[in-house]
């Protein structure tokens, strides 16, 4: 029998709601319930996959190549499970589920309605969660704030499943914010009563409301929402601002969260694993001393475009007990090798994540290449994999003006080409190659010693490839191909011998570091720039 939490937020959006219910996605697991965790985004693309990243922030890949909202990665990184294709419902892909059933002729001529074609499909994208995985609970987070026009058919399908389901399988968490007024610092509750009410009159009732504010809110606050908002004066979860994001799990644990849940849902374990992430945690905090990581990309200006990239670096910094400091350097001002100087010069390493579109490529390049030159722990991912082998080919094997088809049609070189299966695909949405597939790993490589085994799966999100034909001319140049997928003979990861760090590869790895089990990439990435810097 599965469980279900609904996540709502009010107010407004931007307080952390993803956070929130990744918190107690783990509060769940550390008392050993088996948890799943959804995010219904109102929009109407079918996946944020052609979005750009200054719209949505990065676009996170699930196992199974869903191209997902970015809320996604804390789900994974806080709960440490696989998500799947389940895990992310848009307003557009329940509209062309249902459209698609109307063109079949699967409705019998009815006319077909928001209620209940829509809400259904939405309902079945819940129960789904449940059954496909055997969840204990399923905690769905729907996007944006209480009272937006596109967010009405998932709160009318989340009630109707309140009132089709027993009273203590249902729980609604509806977080807030408790603005100050400037200069008094005065809390003010009347926005979340507001916000309470508007989730009444459509059909809801909130169980527990997690407050956001700037000052921490005092007993009379706490007494005000509970009786406003008709919840126990307990169920008023505080999320205090916290200086490491996972803290938020040990913050609601202290308010007893994981108690109250398990009362309301009637959840009954014995188990009690928390003490392993409140350790992590104050292991966490202990880091000291800094280590400069630039990220060279050309989406810098939204920190958020690479989110999962930034919290594997600072967590793999965290875990090896130093704080790693993140300079996100605009690609597009490493315009000639002494501006790639001056700015790279200080890093005791450079990463250059994915990307697509030819703005900035030519400054990524001079990245690699100064890495590569001054022995600065380089690590390339996706595109920063090409960009290492465009620079490769173009300054040690003499291919000169060697690019990237997706750059430039005419190179001379095309050592990066257009992957086979993707000639002839014209749409965009989720047709790159998406998700798990596996490679296997040379002997006596780097990536080989980090990993510690031969054969492994990783996440991909690409359409170009390393080409083949340039492997015989870029080997004898000095280039180490050290993964390969055998099934498809894709080259993906690529090493120089350095003594430092160069290793780039066509995955995506930050999709599968956890702060718990960080991926060996960024451990390795993260250790040489300390060994570095140590020097
Ligand atoms: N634009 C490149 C490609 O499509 C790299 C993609 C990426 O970095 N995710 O192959």
């Known amino acids: 029998m599965t469980k279900y939490i609904f996540v709502t937020g009010g107010v407004v959006s931007g307080i952390g709601k993803g956070i929130s219910a990744a918190s107690i996605g ?22 944020p ?87 204990d609970v399923v905690i769905t987070e729907i996007g944006g704030t209480v009272g937006d026009i ?14 089709e389901s027993a009273v203590d399988d249902v729980l609604y968490v509806h977080t807030v914010l408790i603005p100050s007024i400037p200069g008094s610092d005065e809390l003010k509750t009347k926005p979340t009563q507001h916000s309470f009410k508007q989730l009444m009159s459509q059909g809801i009732k909130a169980d527990i409301i997690i407050t956001r504010s700037d000052g921490a809110i005092d007993e009379s606050i706490r007494n005000k929402i509970s009786l406003f908002c008709d919840v126990p004066k307990e169920n008023v979860i505080e999320s205090r601002h916290v200086d490491l994001i996972y803290e938020l799990p040990n913050v609601f644990r202290d308010q007893k969260l994981d108690e109250i849940i398990m009362d309301h849902l009637k959840l009954e374990t014995k188990e009690n694993k928390s ?38 670096l600072l967590d793999a910094g965290y875990e090896l007990g130093r704080l790693v400091n993140i300079h996100y350097v605009d690609a597009e001002e490493l315009t000639d090798d002494e501006k790639a100087e001056e700015i790279l010069k200080k890093m005791d390493g450079i990463l250059v994540p994915g990307g697509f579109g030819e703005r900035g490529v030519e400054g990524m390049v001079r990245a690699s290449k100064f890495a590569r030159e001054h022995e600065i722990p380089y690590f390339g991912i996706c595109l920063g994999m090409q960009i290492a082998v465009i620079d490769i080919a173009r300054n040690l094997a003499g291919l000169r003006d060697a690019h990237s088809t997706e750059f430039e049609v005419n190179t001379p070189y095309p050592v990066i080409d257009l992957m086979e299966s993707q000639i002839g695909i014209e749409s965009l949405g989720g047709t790159q190659r998406l998700g798990n597939y596996p490679c296997h790993l040379e002997e006596g490589s780097k990536a ?25 001319k870029l080997r004898e140049a000095g280039l180490k191909i050290v993964g390969i997928n055998d099934d498809l003979d894709l080259v993906e990861v690529i090493e120089l011998d350095t003594p430092g760090y160069f290793v780039a590869c066509q995955f995506h790895p930050e999709f599968k570091s956890r702060p718990n089990h960080i991926h060996p990439l960024f451990h390795g990435f993260i250790e040489a720039a300390m060994e570095r810097r140590d020097r």
């Open 448 to 472: 080989r010693e980090l990993y510690g085994e031969e054969h492994i799966l990783e996440r991909h999100r690409h359409r170009y490839e390393f080409n083949n034909e340039y492997r015989g």
């Open 150 to 163: 596109e967010g009405l058919p998932f709160i009318e399908a989340i009630r109707q499943i309140h009132s």
């Open 275 to 312: 003490d392993a992430w409140v350790s992590m945690v104050e292991h966490f905090k202990k880091a000291e001393g800094p280590v400069d990581v630039a990220i060279v990309g050309k989406y810098i200006q939204l920190h958020d475009a690479y989110l999962s990239v930034s919290q594997a």
């Open 26 to 47: 783990r509060l769940l697991k550390n008392r050993g319930f088996k948890v799943f965790m959804q995010k219904f985004d109102p929009y109407l693309n079918v996946d």
């Open 49 to 135: 996959g052609t979005m750009s990243p200054y719209q949505h922030g990065e676009v996170f890949v699930t196992a199974d190549g869903a191209e997902t909202d970015l809320d996604l990665g804390h789900y994974e990184r806080f709960t440490n499970e696989e998500l799947t294709k389940s895990a992310s419902i848009t307003t557009g892909k329940i509209y062309s589920r249902v459209i698609q059933k109307e063109r079949r002729g699967d409705y019998d001529g009815a006319t077909v309605q928001v209620i209940p074609h829509i809400t259904d499909e939405i309902k079945k994208a819940v129960y789904k969660a449940g059954t496909e995985t055997d969840a």
